[in-house]
C-alpha cells in the first residue's frame, strides 16, 4: 500500500508540475493534498510515518518549479535527507484536505536546511525541519558552493540561524567512513 500511495502522489506532482507557475529557489512551495485510507494508523489518524514521506514531494515540487531538478540531474547531483525532525500539534484524520508549505531556511558550508509545514485552513497541524545533502550519482558529496553556482545563489547570503546549526550538530552521526559502534553508556 505504501509503494501504491507514494506512486500516485509523486505521479500526480509529476503531472501538476508543469501547470503551476514556477517559483523562485527561496520561495514558499506550497502542494494540497487529502487524506487517504492507506495514510492511516490503527488510530484512525496519519500515521507518523507517512508525514515524513509527504513531505519528500513539495521538496521535489521546489526543485522541479525552480528549474533545478533538470539542471542537478545533468550534473548527476540528487538531493538526500541528512536529518530531520518533526513536532505534531493536530493530527490529520480520513478524508481531510491539508496543504504542505516548504521554504528553504538558509545553508551552512555543508547542506541546505528547510522548514515544512502541515496547515488546514490556516493553522498549523504539524511542523518539520530538514538538513538535505547533495549526492553524486557517481559517488561522494557535491559542495554547497557547486550547488550554488548550478542553482544561481550565493549560499553564503542565506545563513540559518543558530538553533539550527545547534540542532545539526546534536544529530548529527559520525561520517558514514567512520566507526559508529551502538553503546548505551
Same mark, same amino acid.
Given at each position: 500500500?505504501?509503494?501504491?500511495?507514494?506512486?500516485?502522489?509523486?505521479?500526480?506532482?509529476?503531472?501538476?508540475?508543469?501547470?503551476?507557475?514556477?517559483?523562485?529557489?527561496?520561495?514558499?512551495?506550497?502542494?494540497?493534498?487529502?487524506?487517504?485510507?492507506?495514510?492511516?494508523?490503527?488510530?484512525?489518524?496519519?500515521?507518523?510515518?507517512?508525514?515524513?514521506?509527504?513531505?519528500?514531494?513539495?521538496?521535489?515540487?521546489?526543485?522541479?518549479? @525552480?528549474?533545478?531538478?533538470?539542471?542537478?540531474?545533468?550534473?548527476? &547531483? *540528487?538531493?538526500?535527507? %541528512?536529518?530531520?525532525?518533526?513536532? *505534531?500539534?493536530? @493530527?490529520?484524520?480520513? $478524508?481531510?484536505?491539508?496543504?504542505?508549505?516548504?521554504?528553504?531556511?538558509?545553508?551552512?558550508?555543508?547542506?541546505? *536546511?528547510?522548514?515544512?509545514?502541515?496547515?488546514?485552513?490556516?493553522?498549523? *497541524?504539524?511542523?518539520? !525541519?530538514?538538513?538535505?545533502? !547533495?549526492?553524486?550519482?557517481?559517488?561522494?558529496? %557535491?559542495? &554547497?558552493?557547486?550547488?550554488?553556482?548550478?542553482?544561481?545563489?550565493?549560499?553564503?547570503?542565506?545563513?540559518?540561524?543558530? $538553533?539550527?546549526? @545547534? $540542532? /545539526?550538530?546534536?544529530?548529527?552521526?559520525? /561520517?558514514?567512513?567512520?566507526?559508529?559502534? @551502538?553503546?548505551?553508556?
Amino acid at each position: 500500500m505504501d509503494i501504491l500511495r507514494r506512486s500516485l502522489r509523486l505521479l500526480q506532482l509529476n503531472l501538476t508540475a508543469g501547470r503551476r507557475p514556477p517559483l523562485d529557489l527561496h520561495d514558499v512551495a506550497v502542494i494540497e493534498g487529502r487524506v487517504w485510507p492507506t495514510d492511516l494508523d490503527e488510530l484512525r489518524h496519519v500515521n507518523n510515518g507517512v508525514y515524513l514521506s509527504m513531505m519528500d514531494l513539495p521538496r521535489l515540487d521546489l526543485l522541479m518549479r @525552480s528549474g533545478l531538478w533538470p539542471r542537478f540531474r545533468a550534473a548527476g &547531483i *540528487y538531493p538526500v535527507v %541528512a536529518s530531520q525532525t518533526i513536532t *505534531y500539534r493536530k @493530527s490529520l484524520q480520513l $478524508w481531510q484536505r491539508f496543504r504542505i508549505e516548504t521554504r528553504i531556511v538558509g545553508y551552512d558550508d555543508r547542506a541546505v *536546511y528547510l522548514e515544512q509545514r502541515f496547515v488546514v485552513d490556516g493553522e498549523v *497541524y504539524a511542523r518539520g !525541519f530538514v538538513k538535505g545533502r !547533495f549526492l553524486r550519482r557517481t559517488g561522494g558529496v %557535491a559542495t &554547497i558552493e557547486e550547488v550554488g553556482r548550478l542553482a544561481g545563489i550565493d549560499p553564503a547570503l542565506h545563513p540559518i540561524p543558530e $538553533w539550527m546549526r @545547534s $540542532w /545539526s550538530e546534536h544529530v548529527a552521526l559520525p /561520517s558514514s567512513r567512520a566507526e559508529a559502534p @551502538s553503546r548505551w553508556d
